[in-house]
């Protein structure tokens, strides 16, 4: 069925960068909003950046202005360029995405994850 695959993670030195990728594949009718959340460890997961299927985009004040998503309706990606990423910024990313599949209703699916180190 649907799946999101997502890569681009390492190991990164402070005001380096990175760019993740997430890639839907499965018996998709549609897909809504996508975007990527992080999760350190002992903290909450948090919502970095949405973006709309009509490329409207937000992000937490946290990462304005380094950080920027974008979609590629065509091949059901999303991706995360993330600039002058600061150790704050580690965490593991998670690709998520609303797709409407071909017999089921519109629900979130989610990446299985990727590290993101920010560290000299």
């Known amino acids: 069925q649907v799946q999101l695959v997502e890569s681009g993670g390492g190991l990164v030195q402070p005001g380096g960068s990175l760019r993740l990728s997430c890639a839907a594949s499965?018996?998709?009718?549609?897909?809504?909003?996508m975007g990527w959340y992080r999760q350190a460890p002992g903290k909450e997961r948090e919502l970095v950046a949405v973006?709309?299927?009509?490329?409207?985009?937000k992000y937490v004040d946290s990462v304005k202005g380094r950080f920027s998503i974008s979609r590629d309706n065509a091949k059901n990606t999303v991706s995360l360029q993330m600039n002058s990423l600061k150790p704050e910024d580690t965490a593991v990313y998670y690709c998520?995405?609303?797709?409407?599949?071909?017999?089921?209703?519109?629900?979130?699916?989610w990446g299985q994850g990727t590290q993101v180190t920010v560290s000299s």
């Open positions: 499965g018996s998709i009718f549609r897909i809504n909003d």
């Open positions: 998520y995405a609303e797709i409407k599949g071909l017999f089921s209703q519109t629900r979130p699916y």
């Open positions: 973006i709309t299927s009509g490329g409207t985009t």
